[in-house]
């Protein structure tokens, strides 16, 4: 019988295999050992699969019309969403008799992105400053911002939401994501702004992100990241996904749905009996960020110019705040949200401007069904 003798260099070699292989695996138990039983909520946040975790942990929920919406009963470090999907305390969809209510529709600005705790939101001090210093007792004030939303799902939102809560006065509060949905292939900016957004979607799991430890590897080293809001809801044809020049794409893609949607906005909310107010959007340079470039600033300026001339055509108030909030940077997070200090003074400068206004009536719409 003839024995079969391995060279010396392959046993080796497979004895090294071996070794190595056994050490990945111990390395991938360990690794998903810690992840599920020994990680910080924060950290298994940013390192578990999107699937494995809890859909309450999530601030963003898939809507049937909206694409998405602020997850109802979400809380997390002061920042908390009511049962019907809005920052901010419990309220009745029926407005309770002698209430005065006013929605503010809007992006991340409107919810105040940058600022945790609820009662510190623009909205709630607002809310606070027309109670306490201008004397309505009856004043209720909703934040139906949500950050991302352009004036799109801000139109949507208005319509199959915000009308149920018998609003008296709307405050409309939009600029910068418009600007933004305005930056995709010339070709795919139609009015239904699917060059933009996609349907809520998850996007697909890299195969090697199925391995715990080299997804805690990858994103520890910024190889990778955890799901965020725009890879549900972006459209491969925006320029930060396809490529393109933003500057030829905003002198392409004019603001010609911006001024659409709001108009709706007005008519809507006109036909329906509830007041409306605009607001010009202010933002602060030298923060390094997309603020500070040349042809987003000339996109919010030309956006205002539209809130303003709509202001004058629909014999609508128009709150010039982006004339009036300071760039200072003690009142912001960076270039498009305040801080709680600016928050504070923001609520403060459109309250002056509600009341001296006129806005807020002493009798408010009474309350009615659908």
Not at 101 to 106: E, F, K
Request: glycine share 6%; net charge neutral.
């Amino acid at each position: 019988m003839v024995t079969l003798r391995i060279p010396k260099f392959l046993l080796n070699l497979m004895i090294s295999i071996r070794a190595v292989l056994l050490t990945l695996i111990l390395l991938e138990l360990g690794a998903r050992i810690w992840l599920n039983h020994f990680a910080s909520p924060e950290d298994y946040i940013r390192y578990a699969l999107y699937t494995d975790i809890d859909p309450s942990a999530f601030r963003w929920t898939g809507h049937h019309y909206l694409n998405y919406y602020p997850s109802p009963n979400y809380h997390k470090d002061g920042t908390v969403h009511n049962s019907l999907g809005y920052r901010g305390d419990e309220f009745s969809i029926e407005k309770p008799a002698g209430v005065f209510r006013i929605v503010a529709l809007g992006g991340s600005t409107v919810y105040t992105e940058k600022v945790k705790d609820n009662t510190q939101t623009f909205t709630a001090q607002l809310e606070s400053i027309l109670r306490r210093q201008y004397g309505y007792t009856n004043i209720q004030v909703i934040n139906a911002g949500v950050p991302g939303y352009t004036s799109w799902e801000s139109l949507i939102n208005l319509e199959f939401r915000v009308l149920d809560l018998q609003p008296d006065l709307i405050i409309i509060y939009q600029n910068t994501n418009d600007v933004t949905a305005r930056l995709v292939d010339p070709q795919a900016y139609r009015g239904d702004n699917s060059g933009y957004r996609k349907q809520w979607s998850a996007p697909p799991v890299p195969w090697w992100e199925h391995s715990t430890l080299l997804r805690i590897v990858g994103r520890r080293q910024d190889w990778s990241e955890q799901i965020r809001l725009r890879d549900m809801v972006e459209a491969p044809t925006t320029i930060n996904r396809s490529g393109g020049d933003p500057y030829a794409a905003l002198q392409q893609n004019k603001p010609v749905y911006f001024e659409r949607n709001l108009r709706n906005m007005i008519a809507v909310a006109r036909e329906n009996g509830v007041a409306v107010m605009l607001a010009t959007w202010a933002y602060a340079p030298g923060f390094d960020d997309y603020a500070d470039r040349d042809y987003y600033q000339q996109a919010f300026a030309e956006q205002n110019d539209i809130i303003r001339h709509l202001g004058q055509t629909h014999h609508v108030p128009v709150f010039d705040f982006a004339a009036q909030m300071p760039q200072d940077k003690r009142y912001w997070a960076d270039g498009r949200h305040v801080n709680e200090a600016g928050a504070r003074l923001k609520a403060e400068l459109f309250a002056a401007f509600i009341d001296q206004a006129g806005l807020i009536s002493a009798s408010p719409q009474p309350s009615a069904g659908p």
